[in-house]
């Protein structure tokens, strides 16, 4: 019998398969050492379940944290209480950061700082020197159109 994925179930497998990217590009895909992703979201929607049971599938325990308040998940992110959050959009998070004097920290360590600065890169955030590559620093940030503020963390 073929099995046929519904609109809401291939979304979370493809968040599932790109949440397994940026774990990895982030130096958080430890999941078999016991380590658990938490994620904090807004609202309940079945989606997140689906992604925590795909993320299973290629090793990833996750841990939805719900919040009511939209504000929580930034300030848990900011305390180490979540590793991530996934409800607002940039311009929301910029304004937090903003007001709460929070900012992106990307990982100190060489292999995983380079993967953490093509991520962002990625995501349109920043721009490296061609030259970075997988190693590369906060030194190799060619462009910082959206102003972000990198700590190490």
């Keep these: 019998m073929k099995r046929t994925l519904s609109r809401r179930g291939l979304a979370a497998a493809s968040a599932a398969a790109a949440l397994s990217l940026l774990l990895s590009a982030c130096g958080l895909s430890d999941a078999a050492d016991g380590d658990r992703v938490r994620i904090g979201v807004s609202g309940g929607d079945p989606e997140w379940d689906v992604l925590a049971a795909e993320a299973k599938k290629e090793g990833i325990d996750v841990e939805i944290v719900t919040f009511d308040d939209y504000q929580l998940p ?42 953490a600065l093509l991520v962002l890169q990625q995501a349109k955030l920043i721009k490296l020197k061609d030259k970075a590559g997988i190693y590369g620093t906060p030194d190799d940030i060619e462009a910082n159109p959206r102003h972000v503020n990198l700590t190490r963390s």
């Excluded at 305390?79 to 607002?88: H, K, R, S, T, V």
């Design 74 to 115: 930034n300030k848990a992110l900011a305390d180490g209480d979540i590793e991530l959050n996934a409800f607002q959009h940039l311009a929301f998070l910029s304004q937090f950061n903003k007001q709460n004097g929070t900012d992106i920290a990307v990982p100190d360590d060489p292999s995983n700082q380079g993967r």
